[in-house]
């Protein structure tokens, strides 16, 4: 563990399938963000916490949509991990103890670079200022070559020019004090990985001892960031989706592999990396066979990332794959890649991390807690193995040696001796061993099987990240009949609402059938939102800015007919459909399973 790897990859090429992102276009676009969070704060996404003590950067509350929304990610992420995988969820403390994290090499080595500025005071994180100013490589720079890089630059918050300063390690675990008097250190958890390694020995038995096993959780993470000023792309207390899948060292083919064999990803490798080139789109199979991706686990979860991340609404123009570099990949890893998402404000950002941890972190918690973190496996024919053995004496060595004979019989053992026999030293003493104290047996010995240490591959995303990047990805503008329409494209199973239901007029009974109909969708577990207020128009408007995909409108002929006007949000098309069976036709959209243009 050291520095970790910048933010977003300063490429000059910014180009994915064909699609085109300059440095130009993100400037120009640069205020998208703002419009998105301005959306997020004002309908209930995303809101600053505590803003009455005035918030603390890095950190964030989800408002009622967001958290549905985020709920929603989350569930996508369950669908393909835990019903798809069979990888089953576990949940362990957001709080552990001092030698998970001594094992893990948190504590040593979790930090960032840090300096302050003489001139403002601010801490700044000293390898973003020079990545800021396009050096490349800044997070593996060490502290005094940093220094010297960043001494001309300006700081980012007063702008004077830095001059000589410290560069320094800051950990960004937040420590604490576990029971009353600070008895025992504790910190809370920088990743969510961990609980599922110290768990490693419990869920081999709930596995039934056989490899390859997964496991999953979701929850929240805590990092004391030294300067986050990138909203919900770095917080400081912030939800990770992980898996483990435990593998054998030497079976890395994923079983499922043929789903993905053909998938196409674009990959930015290290040689396009170190040559400047666009990503190259690989199917997996091919990427596996020319050594571009280590192995078929690791190809499986970058094509799997790449079909959740599209199935939730990010663009797949705006994906791509980035290997690490060596410079910058743990020394344990095998291999290591980034899904990065491209954002108009923030460039490519890290949001899932795939890796081949190796054997690492099961031989780390081994070591440090001396129990067993390996597998029993058992061979398909047991070995036979010819071994010789020594045998002691002990009706001799017992009289001849009496209170010394135990430890003279496991001298002799230790030192294997041939027929003609050996000398020992005996509490310093040189003690002459003849062949009759011992015989040497040959013996054929059956070996069942063999113990080994699991490698570990780990998909991991951020939560957060996935959010953002998913409202920024299906956040439109567009000018309907002279009107500016704001609409969130959101995916119907990633929408926190999934349906609005409106009487057209407040009166002549229309409320009543509208807040019936209302009831029948909750009834049938849809998420639907009653609303009389305003006129017709601004009440679509309304919805599509949240992005519920559909809308029933009850008017006058509902009571002749019972018939209601459903709208759809990405159209704007209206069709009449009855409203006997609309809860189970509205379900049937949202789960894709039919189409608005077949009603
Ligand atoms: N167990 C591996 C691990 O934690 P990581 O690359 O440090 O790997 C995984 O984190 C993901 O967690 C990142 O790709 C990112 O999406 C998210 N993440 C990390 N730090 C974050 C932060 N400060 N704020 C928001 N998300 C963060």
Same mark, same amino acid.
């Given at each position: 563990m050291g520095a970790r790897p910048p933010?977003?990859?300063?490429?000059h090429h910014l180009f994915v399938c064909g699609e085109q992102y300059k440095q130009k276009t993100v400037i120009a676009m640069s205020d998208i963000y703002d419009k998105i969070m301005d959306l997020a704060k004002r309908r209930g996404f995303i809101w600053p916490t505590s803003e009455c003590y005035g918030s603390v950067a890095g950190f964030i509350d989800y408002g009622p949509l967001g958290s549905m929304m985020k709920r929603n990610i989350e569930n996508a992420w369950r669908r393909f991990y &835990?019903? $798809?995988?069979?990888?089953y969820e576990i949940e362990c403390p957001t709080i552990g103890q001092e030698d998970i994290f001594i094992a893990s090499g948190h504590v040593k080595g979790f930090s960032d670079t840090m300096c302050q500025?003489?001139?403002?005071r601010e801490y700044l994180r000293a390898d973003h200022v020079a990545e800021a100013h396009h050096v490349s490589g800044a997070s593996t720079l060490k502290n005094e070559e940093l220094a010297r890089v960043i001494c001309t630059l300006p700081c980012?918050?007063?702008?004077? &020019?830095? $001059?000589p300063v410290e560069v320094f390690n800051f950990n960004l675990m937040f420590q604490t004090s576990i029971g009353?008097?600070?008895q025992r250190r504790g910190y809370l958890r920088p990743e969510t990985a961990q609980g599922m390694f110290t768990d490693f020995q419990r869920l081999l038995r709930f596995y039934?001892?056989?490899?390859?096993f997964g496991t999953v959780q979701i929850g929240k993470s805590f990092r004391n960031e030294i300067?986050?000023?990138?909203g919900m792309i770095r917080l400081r207390e912030f939800t990770q989706a992980e898996a483990e899948i435990f593998v054998h060292p030497e079976a890395k083919?994923?079983?499922?592999?043929s789903r993905y064999d053909g998938y196409l990803v674009p990959l930015l490798g290290i040689s396009q990396q170190r040559d400047n080139l666009p990503p190259v789109l690989y199917g997996m199979g091919r990427a596996v066979r020319e050594g571009i991706v280590a192995n078929e686990y690791v190809a499986y979860y970058l094509a799997l990332t790449h079909e959740l991340l599209v199935s939730i609404g990010v663009n797949p123009a705006k994906l791509r794959f980035r290997q690490h570099l060596p410079d910058e990949r743990?020394?344990?890893?095998e291999d290591c890649w980034d899904a990065e998402i491209f954002s108009?404000?923030?460039?490519?950002?890290?949001t899932v991390g795939i890796a081949d941890r190796t054997d690492y972190d099961l031989r780390a918690h081994e070591r440090q807690s001396g129990e067993r973190f390996s597998v029993f496996i058992p061979f398909e024919t047991p070995l036979k193995e010819r071994r010789v053995r020594v045998v002691p004496d002990m009706g001799t060595l017992g009289p001849r040696f009496r209170g010394k004979a135990k430890e003279v019989a496991e001298a002799i053992c230790a030192s294997?001796?041939?027929?003609e026999g050996v000398t020992l030293t005996i509490d310093g003493e040189a003690v002459q061993i003849s062949p009759d104290l011992y015989e040497i047996r040959e013996e054929v010995v059956e070996i069942p099987g063999m113990d080994i240490t699991p490698h570990v591959i780990e998909p991991s995303y951020g939560i957060d990240r996935m959010i953002y990047a998913v409202l920024e990805h299906t956040y439109h503008e567009e000018m309907v009949e002279d009107e500016e329409r704001r609409v969130l494209r959101l995916p119907p199973s990633v929408a926190p609402l999934k349906v609005a239901v409106f009487p057209?007029?407040?009166?002549?009974?229309l409320p009543e059938i509208a807040r019936e109909i209302a009831e029948e969708m909750r009834k049938g577990n849809i998420v639907a939102e009653y609303d009389d207020s305003g006129a017709i128009g601004r009440r679509y408007r309304r919805q599509d800015e949240v992005g519920t995909p559909f809308a029933v409108t009850v008017d006058y002929d509902t009571k002749e007919d019972r018939t209601v006007t459903l709208r759809d949000r990405d159209s704007m098309r209206q069709v009449r459909v009855p409203v006997d069976g609309l809860a189970r036709c509205i379900r049937s959209l949202i789960e894709g399973e039919s189409h608005f243009s077949e009603l």
């Open positions: 933010l977003h990859h300063q490429s &835990v019903v $798809g995988e069979g990888y500025c003489p001139h403002c980012p918050a007063c702008e004077e &020019v830095l $001059g009353p008097g600070s039934r001892d056989k490899l390859p300067s986050p000023r990138q083919d994923h079983p499922q592999f743990a020394h344990y890893a108009e404000r923030f460039g490519w950002v890290e294997a001796p041939g027929p057209l007029m407040n009166r002549d009974g």
